[in-house]
């Protein structure tokens, strides 16, 4: 158990609609990333969050928007959804998120079906 | 863009046989990471790398910072069933326009021990 918690653990919809995925990072971290992992994939990284401010930015689509909020839990929309947005979508968390000897620690992922 | 090409991509091996991995780069790396992934669940880090030319173990799982900062291996010795799943490495790499870091994963090595 990495301390990193996401719900929901699997998520279906259909195409157009709009879903959230939820993750609260380990306790203490202050930042939160987001992967996608599509079938057969590695992870792509989409966005990270510090402290509630966006620190970089990676191929993420602009139907997609995320945010990190006061308690530092962090939220990823996805909006006007589409079949392949099916994915493993991951969310880690890391003591500061700077550097590049930070070391992340993922979440069990939300898997999206998009029917 | 950057990318982490993975070798071999897929393994099948006997309970008790050696395995050898590698990960190599276009560019330098400062950190090199190795996750692995077994179905269903998020990445778990197995070894950090930090120094040219480093070796590091964590039980029977060796890495090894390439000299030239552009490659990394694993090697897991006395394969056991519990081996099975997918070996993701992973860089940080600079954006200079925002002066963060973000993680790049490899394509990943499937690995599956027969028992």
């Known amino acids: 158990d990495s301390g990193v918690t996401q719900t929901p653990k699997h998520l279906i919809t259909a195409t157009g609609q709009r879903v959230t995925l939820r993750c609260s990072p380990r306790?203490?971290?202050?930042?939160v990333y987001w992967y996608q992992q599509s079938l057969d994939q590695g992870l792509q990284f989409l966005i990270q969050y510090y402290n509630g401010e966006e620190r970089a930015k990676g191929n993420i689509l602009e139907r997609f928007s995320a945010q990190q909020f006061p308690d530092l839990h962090s939220e990823l929309n996805l909006s006007s959804l589409e079949l392949g947005d099916s994915a493993l979508y991951f969310c880690?968390?890391?003591?500061?998120?700077?550097?590049?000897?930070?070391?992340?620690?993922f979440g069990p992922g939300t898997r999206l079906t998009v029917l | 863009g950057q990318q982490l090409n993975q070798s071999p991509q897929s393994m099948f091996i006997q309970e008790g046989e050696d395995v050898s991995m590698n990960c190599t780069s276009s560019?330098?790396?400062?950190?090199w990471l190795w996750y692995k992934q077994e179905p269903g669940e998020g990445p778990v880090l197995l070894i950090a790398?930090?120094?040219?030319?480093e070796l590091t173990s964590n039980g029977r799982l060796t890495a090894q910072f390439g000299i030239t900062r552009k490659d990394s291996f694993l090697n897991i010795s006395a394969s056991i069933p519990s081996d099975v799943g997918i070996y993701f490495c992973?860089?940080?790499?600079?954006?200079?326009?925002?002066?963060?870091?973000?993680?790049?994963f490899g394509t990943g090595t499937r690995l599956k021990v027969l028992a």
């Open positions: 880690a968390s890391s003591v500061v998120g700077q550097g590049g000897t930070d070391t992340q620690y």
């Open positions: 306790s203490g971290d202050l930042s």
């Open positions: 560019s330098i790396f400062n950190t």
């Open positions: 790398l930090y120094k040219a030319g």
């Open positions: 992973a860089g940080p790499t600079l954006s200079w326009t925002s002066g963060t870091y973000k993680y790049i």
